[in-house]
Each structure stands twice: as structure tokens, then as C-alpha cells.
């Protein structure tokens, strides 16, 4: 079965510019996360949703960060405008829905951006 | 605020000796608890899941306990060998599997 799919794999990018990342998950798994990772650091989850509802966005930055899952598939995640401290690998994961359980996550390879 | 706290220096051991990693966590009422294994450059690789109402769990030569009177999870690899050298993550979610949070962490190397 083929894994999550994330592109692009690298991106550089100045200060103040926008950043697009996309994400395609594993058929049929309902829920679908953004993470954060800082170099040194665990994942941060930023959104996570199931089907193309939000769950929680809780640690999202609304005023430059935003994501959508418009069909329940794939899903994009958005910067604009970027700043330093956003240089991190951005990670999508995706895991089956199960009512009242947890799931294993299945993470895709990930994207890392370096804003200059 | 809710803080998870894995061992912070990178972890030594001696091939075929077992490894010890600690999860502790702090203002969180957990529901499920995972850990990861993440290897440079690339994704974390789900490991083993468990259950608030569960003591421990095992997975061939892995074994994960939960004491949630103690907010603390143990993740034991025996006869440990070169190619388990890696970063490994917990993770803890709430009853409706959301509000998931990662830990920073333990590099692990296991030396021949």
C-alpha cells in the first residue's frame, strides 16, 4: 500500500514570503494531521482533521498559517507571510477513524522548509 | 500547562544489554499513549499503542508500561542491537483521540 505522500521534500524561501506545502494520505484514512518539528524538538501537532472537518487547531498561528482538506483527501497546508522561526521539517500523518479510539499515525516523509 | 518529559541526554547501551526509555508527563489526564520511532531525516514510525486502563503492552521485543498513578510511561527494548539506534517519541492523546502532544524525545545508540 502506498504511504502519505508530501511534497516538496526541500524548500527555501525569504522572510515575508509564501509557502505552499501539500499533502495526499493513505486511502481510506479519514483523519489527517500537520505537524511541526523543530530541529532537536518532537512534533508539534498544528491541525488535525477528520475528513475535512477541523478536530483541533488549537496551536495553529491563524494570522500567517492555514490549511484545508476541501475533498477529504488530500490536504494543503499554507504560510503567508513566512518568518524565521518557522524554518522546521512540516510533517502529514494520517490514521483510520475509529469512534472513542486511537490510531496509529502513519507519517509521511515530510517537508523541510528553511526561511532565509 | 501539560509538559511531557523524555529522558534529555542521549542514551548509550551496550549491544544485547535492554534499553530504558521514560515518559513523564505533567497536567494531562491521557487516554492513549504511543510511541515512535524516528529515524534521521524522515517520518516517525508508529511502535506500539496503549490504554489508560492498561498496565503493559509487549510487541516482540518491545514492551511499553503506563502507570498513570505515577504519570509515567516506560518503554523497554530487550536484547537490544546496532540497528534500534534511533530517536524514539511518546506521544499522549485525550479521550477523543485529539489534543495529541509529542515528547521531544531519546536518541538512542546501541553500540557493538
Known amino acids: 500500500e502506498a504511504g502519505v505522500a508530501q511534497s516538496p521534500r526541500y524548500k527555501i524561501i525569504e522572510k515575508r514570503q509564501s509557502v505552499a506545502f501539500w499533502c495526499n494520505p493513505i486511502?481510506?484514512?479519514?483523519?489527517l494531521y500537520w505537524y511541526q518539528q523543530i530541529l532537536g524538538q518532537g512534533p508539534k501537532l498544528l491541525i488535525q482533521?477528520?475528513?475535512?472537518?477541523?478536530?483541533?487547531d488549537s496551536q495553529l498561528p491563524k494570522d500567517r498559517f492555514s490549511a484545508e482538506r476541501l475533498k477529504g483527501v488530500d490536504s494543503t497546508l499554507k504560510i503567508q507571510p513566512a518568518k524565521l522561526e518557522d524554518s522546521a521539517v512540516y510533517l502529514c500523518?494520517?490514521?483510520?477513524?475509529?469512534?472513542?479510539?486511537?490510531?496509529?499515525?502513519?507519517f509521511g516523509p515530510g517537508t523541510r522548509l528553511t526561511v532565509l | 500547562s501539560q509538559k511531557i518529559e523524555q529522558n534529555s541526554e542521549a542514551l548509550n547501551i551496550q549491544e544485547g544489554k535492554t534499553a530504558t526509555l521514560t515518559c513523564n508527563y505533567t497536567?494531562?489526564?491521557?487516554?492513549?499513549l504511543q510511541w515512535y520511532r524516528q529515524d534521521p531525516g524522515r517520518g516517525p514510525v508508529f511502535l506500539l499503542l496503549?490504554?489508560?486502563?492498561?498496565k503493559e503492552k509487549r510487541k516482540e521485543r518491545l514492551k511499553v508500561t503506563f502507570d498513570t498513578t505515577l504519570k509515567q510511561s516506560l518503554f523497554h527494548i530487550t536484547a537490544s542491537q546496532p540497528a534500534d539506534s534511533a530517536t524514539y517519541l511518546c506521544?499522549?492523546?485525550?479521550?477523543?483521540?485529539?489534543?495529541?502532544?509529542f515528547g521531544s524525545g531519546t536518541r538512542l545508540s546501541i553500540r557493538p
Open positions: 500523518a494520517s490514521s483510520l477513524y475509529r469512534a472513542g479510539g486511537s490510531n496509529e499515525q502513519f
Open positions: 486511502s481510506g484514512h479519514a483523519t
Open positions: 482533521f477528520q475528513n475535512n472537518g477541523v478536530v483541533d
Open positions: 497536567n494531562y489526564s491521557p487516554a492513549y
Open positions: 496503549i490504554r489508560e486502563n492498561e
Open positions: 506521544a499522549l492523546e485525550d479521550s477523543s483521540a485529539s489534543k495529541i502532544i
